[in-house]
C-alpha cells in the first residue's frame, strides 16, 4: 500500500468516526422511542379490555368473551404498530 491510498484509507475512516458521532442517538430520543413503542403497543390493548368489558356488560349473563377477544385483538393491533414504526424509523 502506498503513501496516498494510505491517506485516503485514514481520511475515510475519520470520516466515517465523524458521521457516526454526530448521528448518535441520545439518551433522551432513546428514551422517547421506547416510550412511543410502549404507547403503540398497550394503548390497543387497553382500549380493546374497556370496550370489551362495556360489551360484556350490556349482555344479559356476565360472560369476558367481548373482553378476551377485544383484549387480544389489541394485543394483535399493538404489535403491528410497533413492527410498522419500528420499519418506518429504521
Not at 398497550?42 to 356488560?57: K, R, S, T
Amino acid at each position: 500500500m502506498n503513501d496516498e491510498q494510505l491517506r485516503r484509507s485514514v481520511e475515510k475512516q475519520v470520516k466515517r468516526m465523524k458521521r457516526a458521532e454526530k448521528e448518535r442517538t441520545t439518551l433522551l430520543a432513546q428514551s422517547v422511542f421506547m416510550g412511543t413503542l410502549t404507547l403503540l403497543f398497550v394503548l390497543p390493548m387497553i382500549f380493546g379490555a374497556y370496550l370489551g368489558n362495556w360489551l360484556d356488560d350490556m349482555a344479559q349473563n356476565y360472560s369476558m368473551r367481548w373482553t378476551m377477544g377485544l383484549m387480544l385483538l389489541g394485543l394483535c393491533i399493538g404489535v403491528v404498530n410497533v413492527y410498522l414504526f419500528i420499519r418506518e424509523h429504521n
